[in-house]
């Protein structure tokens, strides 16, 4: 009998860890834990929301359900207590995706990211619905197994008809109400950030876990999609079909369903009802804002700033289909610009435009339309000439970049010089783009300061502590670390120091605070607007669905270029 209320008891608890510290597989208790004195449970009927930072305390606590993290000491019957009651395996029953960046190729290779704009390998050619229906495994499910009255009497076939039925019955329903319908026979790669991290949700949903964590959902997701998302998973949550643990970043909006937060700051977690977290939080927040900042000078009002692009009467289609319509944009030095746009408007189209990268900047010639950049028309350049001129940031240039060879942060960082995805030359600083093939001594001063001086601007020193222990590294210890074993957040900021570190004239910042925790945001926000990070001189684009993520204000002079239905206003 104590048995039977103990096993009732325990189906109750969906997470269950009582008083523990969590570490990395391979660490011992005496070791710094990745987060102390957890106490956090989650019962049937509530709606929980991990809030935090997004460089690995959140994530470590969300992947600590999926059994990738150490519990001391073990709850007695693991974390999920519910799921020990049935026989799935932890793979089956808890999903975890994340958002923060789109999911790179297999291996540690560079790609082409440019291969969206053309589609021309065969595997770009898969659409999105067909990568739904990749796989037919783990489609049997008790829950559908449910519909069928007597298995015995039913053949295999018929039975596997029957799931593929009910499974492609759930992937209309899904497409539908997110939006995808009239996407689904598109190239997959042809999708935009927002597009395809709805298309995941939609791809997790059909694997139908028991419980799925969406870690950032919202990033790079517009304004129209996010009600209408919210809506999907709260319904599908009280159905518990699946249950949703959502982990959200610092200035996300919190659903008005979630009843809880678990709130992720400086390795330690505190639990709660949403009201009460929420208050504590904005009364945290509003001792930050009582900070004054003061507007920075931005020379790009004047009337002598230079022209660095020219759009005039551009446009890019493919066949029928039009993603930009007689696009009129003048980039100037100094300017800073804030490009918005709902999902699949073409702002990663016409930012690919900006750097050459699409092949249809070529065909943007007179008379009816025309492309300037730099002063000189796109076929006048080459590609490696304008990688020089600017320092770029998104979600393609994370995914492709190149993790399988053991490159340095000093060697990611100095391939910004170039534009490159390669180190070159001593030092990993470059060969510059002379015929001699190699940089003067001049040249190669400058460029190690620069390094230097962007370590120094955005390091780990700048980070206030929060998110990634560096065990009290030097900057030069840190300078040496493999790019590829940083967790996600600190390679987003390398990567922001390989954009800035050559000083080009037109600077590009496309969901630049993906995975970043907040100590990072902070360093990296004050290290663009204190005319360090970005000079006077320099033009900047940022690529966000929310105003308060761009570094500077109105009173700073930033305008807004917005994309709606393919026509830029």
């Given at each position: ?93 808890v999903c975890l995706v994340s958002f923060a960046h789109r999911p790179r190729a297999s291996g540690g290779a560079f790609y082409d990211y440019t291969a969206r704009y053309g589609a021309v390998r065969e595997e770009d050619r898969l659409t999105l619905r067909q990568s739904m229906f ?89 304004f129209k999609t996010r009600p209408t998302l919210f809506h999907l998973l709260h319904s599908v949550h009280v159905s518990n079909n699946p249950r949703i643990i959502m982990g959200l970043r610092l200035q996300d909006p919190v659903p008005e369903w979630i009843s809880h937060i678990a ?63 007689d696009i009129n944009w003048t980039i100037r030095s100094g300017d800073r610009w804030h490009l918005q746009g709902a999902n699949g408007s073409g702002k990663t189209t016409l930012l690919s435009v900006l750097t050459g990268d699409h092949p249809q900047s070529y065909t943007q010639r ?204």
């Amino acid at each position: 009998m104590a048995a039977r209320i103990g096993a009732r008891h325990l189906s109750s608890y969906i997470v269950h860890i009582p008083k523990a510290n969590i570490y990395r597989f391979g660490d011992s208790d005496s070791a710094r834990p990745v987060l102390t004195g957890v106490d956090w449970t989650v019962r049937e009927g509530e709606s929980w929301a991990v809030v935090g930072s997004g460089a690995g305390e959140k994530t470590a606590l969300l992947e600590t359900l999926l059994g990738n993290t150490r519990i001391s000491p073990p709850p007695p019957a693991g974390p999920l207590p519910s799921l020990s009651l049935n026989s799935r395996s932890i793979n089956e029953a808890v999903c975890l995706v994340s958002f923060a960046h789109r999911p790179r190729a297999s291996g540690g290779a560079f790609y082409d990211y440019t291969a969206r704009y053309g589609a021309v390998r065969e595997e770009d050619r898969l659409t999105l619905r067909q990568s739904m229906f990749l796989e037919e495994s783990g489609l049997i499910r008790d829950s559908i197994k449910s519909f069928i009255v007597d298995r015995s009497a039913i053949g295999h076939e018929q039975e596997d008809a029957i799931l593929r039925a009910e499974k492609g019955r759930r992937f209309e329903e899904l497409v539908d109400k997110l939006g995808l319908k009239d996407l689904l026979d598109l190239p997959l790669v042809a999708l935009s950030n927002g597009q395809t991290r709805r298309a995941r949700i939609v791809k997790a949903l059909l694997e139908q876990p028991d419980i799925l964590l969406l870690d950032e959902p919202l990033t790079g997701l517009d304004f129209k999609t996010r009600p209408t998302l919210f809506h999907l998973l709260h319904s599908v949550h009280v159905s518990n079909n699946p249950r949703i643990i959502m982990g959200l970043r610092l200035q996300d909006p919190v659903p008005e369903w979630i009843s809880h937060i678990a709130l992720v700051q400086d390795g330690r977690v505190k639990t709660g009802e949403k009201t009460t977290i929420l208050q504590e939080l904005n009364d945290s927040r509003a001792k930050e804002s009582s900070r004054s900042t003061s507007p920075v000078h931005i020379p790009g009002l004047e009337a002598k700033a230079k022209v660095l692009v020219d759009m005039q009467n551009v446009n890019v289609r493919y066949h029928e289909r039009h993603v930009l319509k007689d696009i009129n944009w003048t980039i100037r030095s100094g300017d800073r610009w804030h490009l918005q746009g709902a999902n699949g408007s073409g702002k990663t189209t016409l930012l690919s435009v900006l750097t050459g990268d699409h092949p249809q900047s070529y065909t943007q010639r007179g008379p009816t339309s025309a492309l300037t950049l730099f002063g000189s028309a796109r076929r006048a350049h080459a590609t490696a000439y304008l990688r020089t001129r600017i320092g770029v940031v998104s979600p393609e240039l994370y995914n492709a970049w190149p993790r399988a060879r053991d490159m340095s942060v000093w060697e990611a960082v100095a391939t910004g010089f170039e534009g490159g995805f390669v180190p070159l030359g001593p030092r990993g600083l470059g060969t510059g783009l002379g015929a001699s093939g190699k940089l003067s001594a001049h040249e190669r001063a400058w460029r190690e300061e620069r390094v230097w001086e962007v370590l120094r601007g955005l390091g780990p020193h700048t980070w206030g502590g929060g998110g990634v222990p560096t065990g009290g590294e030097t900057m030069e210890e840190f300078a040496l670390r493999p790019f590829a074993a940083l967790p996600a957040g600190v390679q987003s900021v390398v990567l922001l120091m390989r954009a800035l570190v050559g000083r080009p004239p037109l600077v590009l910042l496309d969901e630049v605070w993906a995975g970043m925790d907040d100590g990072m945001v902070r360093a990296a926000r004050a290290y663009l607007r204190d005319g360090v990070g970005i000079g006077e001189e320099q033009a900047v684009v940022v690529v966000s669905h929310w105003d308060d993520e761009v570094p500077w204000g109105v009173e700073d002079g930033v305008k807004r270029f917005r994309l709606e239905g393919c026509v830029g206003t």
